[in-house]
């Protein structure tokens, strides 16, 4: 049996449809709080692309593309961090190591390129993972941090 080979490449403008539809299926999966389509799934990932062309890859199997990696560089107190970013491996293929080469390609880059020295992102609570497969990889929630969000309208009423 021939094993197939996953390619990491960088994200083009034709990858995009495809990754949102990924992107849609994978977040309704472990995401089920949020409602994404895939009209703004693609809106999400041309973001990225558009932002930080050099960090958007992809992953690539027999000619598929079924995941990518997508973030950015922030310049901060003690270096530039990588910020932000989206992972995502299409339901099908995921526990096959795809994620862990996006990750790493993209980690790599942003050391080579930048000289990136901390990763911050956002991962979910609410489910075991991914947050359990980070903190396998070594990352830990920073304590003295928390994220917040709110309705834009909202706070301008109480201002």
């Known amino acids: 049996m021939k094993k197939h080979q996953v390619i ?3 994200m083009k403008k034709k990858d995009l449809k495809e990754l949102a539809k ?8 472990y995401n089920k709080w949020e409602h ?16 930080q062309p050099d960090l958007a890859f992809v992953a690539e199997l ?12 922030k310049p901060w107190w003690d270096g530039n961090h990588l910020v932000d970013g989206e992972l995502v491996v299409d339901p099908d293929y995921q526990k096959k190591g795809i ?3 996006l990750l790493k390609k993209v ?14 992102a956002t991962t979910f ?17 920073h304590k003295e941090w928390t994220i917040i969000g709110g309705n834009i309208k909202e706070a301008l009423k109480k201002m």
């Open 99 to 101: 994620g862990t080469l």
């Open 8 to 10: 990491i490449r960088l």
């Open 36 to 51: 994404w389509n895939d009209e703004r799934s693609y809106a999400l990932l041309s973001y990225w692309h558009k932002r």
């Open 107 to 120: 980690l790599e880059k942003s050391l080579s390129k930048y000289n990136a020295n901390e990763w911050e």
């Open 22 to 29: 990924a992107y849609t299926r994978a977040y309704s999966i």
């Open 62 to 73: 027999d000619k598929k593309v079924v995941g990518a990696f997508v973030a950015g560089i």
């Open 125 to 141: 609570k609410k489910t075991k993972f991914p947050l359990s497969w980070y903190t396998r990889l070594g990352f830990k929630e």
